[in-house]
């Protein structure tokens, strides 16, 4: 789920809110959220302005 979410990122080609992930994906919500919080902590997803993240590795 994690890499499903970060491929809709790097997709999106900018920086994106969970919403959008959302949006762009079909995903429910709550997996979203799971999907962020343990990419926060993993580094994987970094955040340039407020409540849009996008991958750490560009």
Do not use: H
């Amino acid at each position: 789920m994690k890499n499903q979410v970060l491929d809709v990122m790097k997709e999106a080609g900018k920086p994106v809110s969970a919403g959008d992930v959302v949006k762009l994906s079909g995903l429910e919500k709550a997996v979203v959220d799971k999907a962020f919080k343990e990419l926060k902590a993993e580094g994987a997803i970094v955040s340039p302005v407020r409540c849009k993240w996008e991958p750490a590795e560009k």
